[in-house]
């Protein structure tokens, strides 16, 4: 089984970035806990500022991948373009939030992604990604 992550624009400041929102842990501190608790799971990881190479990886692998959690950042709330490519992809994307955005402004109320996507996972920290991967390992049972 493979799964790929994607983290969107301001995610490579994790553990920097608004500690209070977002906690004091890189994500390449915790992607190998995640690959430790899932061994027989190929979990790869990409982060882009990028709008067009988030969409150019999902592209990449979404033919070929078991599944993809999106943390698609800002982005989240105003990519028409995110979600089209999600729609015209094979496998399951799970939208990831680490904080709960329906607790924050309110522009952030707003996922442009949500419906072109299998599930949303929102307000467990870094461990939001844990359940989107625990989805996706569950549904190839």
Avoid at 37 to 59: A, C, F, H, T, W
């Amino acid at each position: 089984m493979k799964i790929q992550i994607i983290n969107g624009p301001n995610l490579n400041l994790l553990g920097v970035r608004e500690p209070g929102i977002y906690g004091s842990e890189s994500f390449e501190t915790y992607l190998p806990l995640l690959q430790a608790r899932y061994p027989d799971v190929q979990i790869d990881y990409y982060q882009s500022n990028v709008e067009g190479e988030l969409i150019n990886k999902m592209q990449e692998v979404g033919f070929q991948y078991d599944g993809i959690v999106l943390n698609a950042g800002a982005y989240t709330h105003t990519s028409i373009a995110l979600h089209d490519c999600i729609r015209s992809l094979r496998c399951p994307v799970i939208e990831v939030h680490i904080s709960n955005v329906h607790q924050r402004e309110e522009f952030r109320h707003r996922s442009m992604i949500s419906a072109a996507c299998k599930g949303v996972i929102c307000g467990f920290g870094l461990d939001s990604y844990r359940l989107a991967i625990e989805s996706i390992v569950k549904s190839e049972e």
